[in-house]
């Protein structure tokens, strides 16, 4: 942690994480807009899901860097992705393995 000259602390662990998280939750939102507007209509309930996936998968690779993160960031994506666009467990898991592998091969 670094303390600036006025006083106030700044850590830049928790920014980067802010900004990780921020920019996972909207590249993930516009990779599905097409599953948030389904139909014409604005569904908040996929747009928050969405998001959520994104910034877990962000963090997962801010927290463990390497071929680790890769691997679980691009699971929880696919894994996640998969459910909130209608699939089942099975489509669930292997969209999330399949995830996984081409994240860690594209590390």
């Not at 942690?1 to 909207?26: K, Y």
């Not at 680790?68 to 666009?85: D, E, M, V």
């Amino acid at each position: 942690m670094v303390v600036d000259r006025n006083g106030e602390f700044f850590d830049p662990f928790t920014w980067a994480a802010i900004a990780a998280v921020s920019l996972g939750a909207t590249n993930n939102v516009i990779s599905n807009w097409d599953a948030i507007t389904q139909d014409g209509s604005f569904n908040i309930g996929k747009f928050a899901g969405f998001a959520a996936i994104g910034g877990a998968s962000a963090a997962s690779n801010l927290l463990w860097p390497g071929y680790g993160g890769a691997a679980i960031g691009g699971f929880i994506q696919g894994f996640g992705n998969t459910l909130l666009r209608g699939g089942n467990l099975g489509q669930g898991l292997g969209s999330g393995l399949i995830s996984s592998s081409i994240s860690v091969a594209s590390f």
